[in-house]
C-alpha cells in the first residue's frame, strides 16, 4: 500500500468514532454528520507534508469535530430559540431490529447505542452550555483526558475539570431513570401500545404516573402541542384525542435510542418516535414523541 493509500486509511476508520461523538456533542444526526464530513474536509485540506507531521491522525479529527460541534453548539441555542414547539434530540433506531447494513453512508448505521444515547441524558444535555457539553461528553462517556479536552476548548485542563463536574451536577440534580430492568421497561410499554390501540383512557391514566410529562417535537412541519403535557389523565386524553383523529394508526414496539419505544405509522410512512421513562413501580413518567418528518429519515425504511 502506498502513502496516500494509508494516510486514507489512518483517517477513514475513525469516521464511525467522531459520528459517536458528535451525536452526543450536537443530539442531531445531521449536524453531526456536518460536522464529520467537515473534520474531513479539513483534513484533506492540509498540505500533504502536513499531515505526515500529525503523529495521531484519530486525535486530530477528534480535536477539530470537537472544536467544529462547539462552534455549532454556540450557533444553536440561537436557532432552537426561533424552532417551533419543544425541540428535542434526535431519536435512534436500533439497526438489529430494522435490518441495517452498515455501509458507512448512514450516520444512524454507525451509532453505538449506550446509556450515553438515553433520551432522558440527551435532554439534560441541552442544558449545558456548550463547554461544560463538550467537557463531559469527551471526559465522562468518551474518556479522553483533560488535557485533550483543553485543546479543543481553549482552556486549561483544570479549566476543564470543573466544566465536567458542574455538568455532572446537573446531570446529578436532574429527575433520572429509575433503575427498571429491561423487561420491566419494555412490559410498561407494552400496556401503553394495547391501552393506546384501544382508545382505553382509564387504562393509560394506570400505567401513567401523575405528574407525567409529554414533550412532543413537531418542529412547525407537522401539527402536535407546542409545549409539554403535564399530568397522566391530561396524556391520556390527548392520546385517545390523536388516535381518534388517525384511523388506521399502527403502533410497533421498537428500541428508540437502545431502549423499548413505539413507532407510530400510517400507510406505511413513520409519524411518530416515542421514547419513555419508567419509574420503580411500572409507570410512565416521561414520553417524548418526535413527529417533525425531518428528524425521522432514519426510520423511513422499516419493514
Not at 388506521?248 to 400510517?266: D, F
Request: with cysteine; aromatic share 6%; hydrophobic share 45%.
Amino acid at each position: 500500500m502506498g502513502a496516500a493509500g494509508a494516510d486514507i486509511d489512518a483517517v477513514a476508520g475513525e469516521r464511525r468514532q467522531l459520528i459517536n461523538v458528535a451525536y452526543r456533542l450536537l443530539g442531531s444526526l445531521a449536524e453531526a454528520e456536518d460536522a464529520v464530513q467537515e473534520a474531513y474536509a479539513r483534513w484533506y485540506a492540509l498540505p500533504r507534508s502536513r499531515r505526515d507531521e500529525i503523529l495521531s491522525p484519530g486525535g486530530w479529527m477528534t480535536t477539530v469535530t470537537g472544536r467544529i460541534c462547539l462552534d455549532v453548539l454556540g450557533s444553536a441555542r440561537a436557532r432552537r430559540e426561533r424552532y417551533v414547539g419543544a425541540w428535542l434530540p434526535d431519536p435512534l433506531p436500533d439497526r438489529a431490529d430494522w435490518g441495517l447494513v452498515s455501509e458507512g453512508g448512514d450516520p444512524a448505521d454507525q451509532m453505538v447505542l449506550d446509556e450515553s444515547v438515553a433520551m432522558a441524558l440527551l435532554v439534560v444535555l441541552e442544558s449545558m452550555t456548550p463547554a461544560e457539553r463538550v467537557a463531559f461528553v469527551l471526559h465522562d462517556v468518551f474518556r479522553y483526558p483533560f488535557a485533550e479536552i483543553a485543546a479543543i476548548l481553549g482552556r486549561t485542563p483544570a479549566a476543564c475539570k470543573q466544566l465536567a463536574a458542574s455538568a455532572r451536577r446537573r446531570v446529578r440534580d436532574a429527575p433520572g431513570p429509575a433503575a427498571v430492568a429491561g423487561d420491566g421497561r419494555a412490559e410498561a410499554v407494552r400496556r401503553v401500545k394495547e391501552a393506546w390501540e384501544r382508545k382505553d383512557i382509564a387504562a393509560l391514566v394506570d400505567l401513567l404516573d401523575p405528574a407525567a410529562v409529554m414533550t412532543a417535537d413537531g418542529g412547525g412541519l407537522v401539527g402536535t402541542v407546542l409545549r409539554p403535557i403535564e399530568g397522566g389523565a391530561r396524556i391520556a386524553q390527548y392520546m385517545v384525542a390523536i388516535a381518534d383523529r388517525a384511523p388506521g394508526l399502527e403502533l410497533l414496539e421498537r428500541s428508540v435510542n437502545g431502549a423499548p419505544g413505539l413507532v407510530a405509522r400510517r400507510g406505511g410512512t413513520v409519524m411518530t418516535v416515542a421514547s419513555f421513562d419508567v419509574d420503580g413501580d411500572g409507570l410512565i413518567t416521561r414520553i417524548w414523541a418526535v413527529r417533525n418528518p425531518e428528524k425521522l429519515r432514519p426510520w423511513l425504511r422499516d419493514g
